[in-house]
């Protein structure tokens, strides 16, 4: 059964970025569910695919260092510990993993087609389309089977989540491997995290509620990594249970442990969690307005989906957050979703002119902390609202 335990309001489209602000662009009621059976965490709306991932989506892995380097290193484990003859990404957005394989051993699948684009031209073989049965019969028929299945960040923004495993089970080889990487329900509510929930995210995995969604498709859990990415991720190292050639790693019981110690298995973790993000709230707009109140201008840094659900849900205007900064391009010169907040391309003395920078992109806070020496050094300071509501460098 699926329980109710957190309203975070209307929001808009999270990547809903207009050139022109509009006040009545897209936006739904953003409601968080706990089913007590499958103890999967769910968002309650669900958005079609073709509305959220279209050819104009702004999000590119490949425009942090961080995000960069950290699939230089899962490619040279991946070559290392399992030596794909045909790598597959589901949700290969600019290429960033791929770059790392050579062209006829890596193939991806990018319902965004402008991101698709980048990867064609780079010459690897992509599927502009979404993951499905449909795609997977087709990619079955033209390369037979994969034996290595990559996807960050991209099943959990699948509805549904039945379709997307069989679909992998159609193309996996019996020796095969699918790694998946997603944001950490664990961390989420440990750090207080509920930007973490918003139209795409549809899913917040724990490996307790994967592991129990996994057993109905005959796939297991062999081994689990912690990575700091986006704010605190998990890595699930995943094969069929018929296939003998990899142990169950002790990792696998170690996350489960701590998640049920952790509480969540239990509704009333989610409960205590709802408690906690109402206070942050109005912890947050408080010291807002207090900043303001002397004077003090405020900057966003990184107009990161997570800062949409954050400025809709505790009402946040330009009066308090006057404009956002960020690197990538598609954002750059249009307005935060959902508010009248222009985004403005980052140029390197841009934080000169305020006083305050919000940390959008929380996730990024050891990059940014390193970029921004200067501004830190001549008194800038940095705001953040996880995991409660604080000025960092004070
Ligand atoms: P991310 O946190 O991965 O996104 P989301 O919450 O949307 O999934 O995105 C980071 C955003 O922050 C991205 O738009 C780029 C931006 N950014 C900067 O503008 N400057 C930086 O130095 C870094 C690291 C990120």
């Known amino acids: 059964m699926n329980k109710f335990f957190l309203d975070l309001g209307v929001q808009p489209l999270a990547n ?147 379709d997307v495993f069989k679909s992998i089970n159609l193309i996996l080889s019996e020796e095969g491997v699918l790694i998946i990487e997603d944001p950490s329900l664990f961390e989420s509510i440990k ?23 996994l057993k109905k498709f005959n796939l297991e859990i062999f081994d689990v990594k912690n990575l700091p990415t986006h704010g605190g991720s998990l890595r699930y190292f995943i094969k069929k249970r018929s296939n003998k050639k990899y142990n169950v790693k002790l990792s696998v019981k170690k996350q489960i442990d701590k998640e049920i110690k952790k509480g969540l298995d239990k509704f009333k973790t989610y409960k205590d969690f709802a408690t906690k993000s109402t206070k942050s709230k109005k912890l947050f707009l408080e010291l807002l307005k207090k900043i303001i ?22 009402n946040i205007d330009r009066e308090l957050i006057k404009n956002f900064t960020d690197t990538t391009p598609e954002k750059i010169n249009t307005f935060l979703p959902g508010k009248n907040i222009k985004i403005l391309g980052y140029k390197k003395d841009i934080l000169k002119k305020y006083d305050y920078a919000f940390l959008g992109a929380w996730n990024f806070k050891k990059e940014i902390f390193k970029k921004e020496k200067t501004y830190i050094n001549n008194g800038g300071k940095f705001i953040t609202h996880v995991p409660f509501p604080r000025i960092i460098n004070k």
């Not at 966003?300 to 997570?306: D, L, S």
């Open 16 to 162: 809903n970025f207009l050139k022109k602000y509009s006040a009545n662009q897209p936006r739904y009621n953003l409601k968080l569910y706990f089913n007590t059976k499958s103890k999967m965490v769910s968002i309650s709306k669900r958005i079609p695919s073709s509305v959220m991932f279209n050819s104009k989506y702004p999000y590119r892995s490949s425009m942090s260092s961080t995000m960069r380097t950290s699939f230089r290193q899962l490619s040279n484990e991946i070559k290392k510990k399992f030596n794909p003859k045909l790598l597959l990404e589901i949700g290969s957005n600019d290429g960033a993993l791929l770059a790392n394989f050579d062209k006829d051993r890596a193939i991806g699948v990018e319902p965004c087609k402008n991101l698709a684009k980048i990867t064609k031209e780079k010459k690897y073989y992509t599927y502009d389309d979404y993951w499905n049965f449909k795609l997977s019969s087709k990619i079955k028929k033209k390369f037979k089977e994969v034996d290595l299945i990559y996807s960050a960040n991209t099943l959990t923004h699948i509805s549904n989540l039945k």
């Open 191 to 213: 750090n207080n995290a509920y930007d973490q929930f918003y139209n795409e995210h549809i899913y917040v995995f724990s490996a307790i509620a994967l592991k129990n969604l």
């Open 293 to 314: 109140k002397d004077n003090k201008k405020i900057i966003g840094y990184g107009a990161t989906a997570k800062a949409v659900t954050v400025l809709n849900y505790c």
